[in-house]
T-cell receptor
Framework: KNEVEQSPQNLTAQEGEFITINCSYS?????LHWLQQHPGGGIVSLFM???GKKKHGRLIATINIQEKHSSLHITASHPRDSAVYIC????????????FGKGTKLTVNP | GAVVSQHPSWVICKSGTSVKIECRSL??????MFWYRQFPKQSLMLMAT?????????EQGVEKDKFLINHASLTLSTLTVTSAHPEDSSFYIC???????????????FGPGTRLTVT
């Protein structure tokens, strides 16, 4: 079982819809990252969280440390949001390595 | 925001040749950089952790003599794929840790990736 599980694996939405992508992990962590990878391959760091909630534009990321769960929300989705969204955690213990989820492929149709 | 660049963004080389990929942190000093490999439709696989001024730490199963990593300065790490073969064709991504001011923590920034095709 992967230490980081994302759901759903694939998500198709209509433009304007509110989108939620979930990430659950099984280890204690010092930080959780949400990353975006477009079809061209480049990766963009969206958020780094260790507690609470962060917001950037139409993107909101939340984390519940006790429940070992994080969500990424996209409000008023747009076709340009189509990408693979990856959750990655940095386990506790001082290691700088990230453990990655398998990603959620989001397609937003116009 | 912090930027990490990679060069080249794509490269095609012949089997048996060596290819060097550069990873630069453009506006911060990165004591630690990471090299990942990504196969189609799969997640990132960590190859090695590169620390400035010391030898890289390779993950299990990654051949250190084939994937040479040099972290010569706080803003540059290089990955050289030696004697490349078609099975080395992949998407290679680097990332760099930027220390956060006032915190004993850092944020990790990713480069745009380099697509290597070995013919």
């Amino acid at each position: 079982k992967n230490e980081v599980e994302q759901s759903p694996q694939n998500l198709t939405a209509q433009e304007g819809e509110f989108i939620t992508i979930n990430c659950s992990y099984s280890v204690g962590i010092s930080a959780l990252h949400w990353l975006q990878q477009h079809p061209g391959g480049g990766i963009v760091s969206l958020f780094m969280l260790s507690s609470g909630k962060k917001k950037h534009g139409r993107l909101i990321a939340t984390i519940n440390i006790q429940e070992k769960h994080s969500s990424l929300h996209i409000t008023a989705s747009h076709p340009r949001d189509s990408a693979v969204y990856i959750c990655a955690v940095r386990p506790q213990g001082g290691s700088e390595k990230l453990v990655f989820g398998k990603g959620t492929k989001l397609t937003v149709n116009p | 925001g912090a930027v990490v660049s990679q060069h080249p963004s794509w490269v095609i080389c012949k089997s048996g040749t060596s290819v060097k990929i550069e990873c630069r942190s453009l506006d911060f000093q990165a004591t630690t950089m990471f090299w990942y490999r990504q196969f189609p439709k799969q997640s990132l696989m960590l190859m090695a952790t590169s620390n400035e001024g010391s030898k890289a730490t390779y993950e299990q199963g990654v051949e250190k003599d084939k994937f040479l990593i040099n972290h010569a300065s706080l803003t540059l790490s290089t990955l050289t794929v030696t004697s490349a073969h078609p099975e080395d064709s992949s998407f290679y991504i680097c990332s760099a840790n930027r220390p956060l001011t006032g915190e004993r923590s850092y944020e990790q920034y990713f480069g745009p990736g380099t697509r290597l095709t070995v013919t």
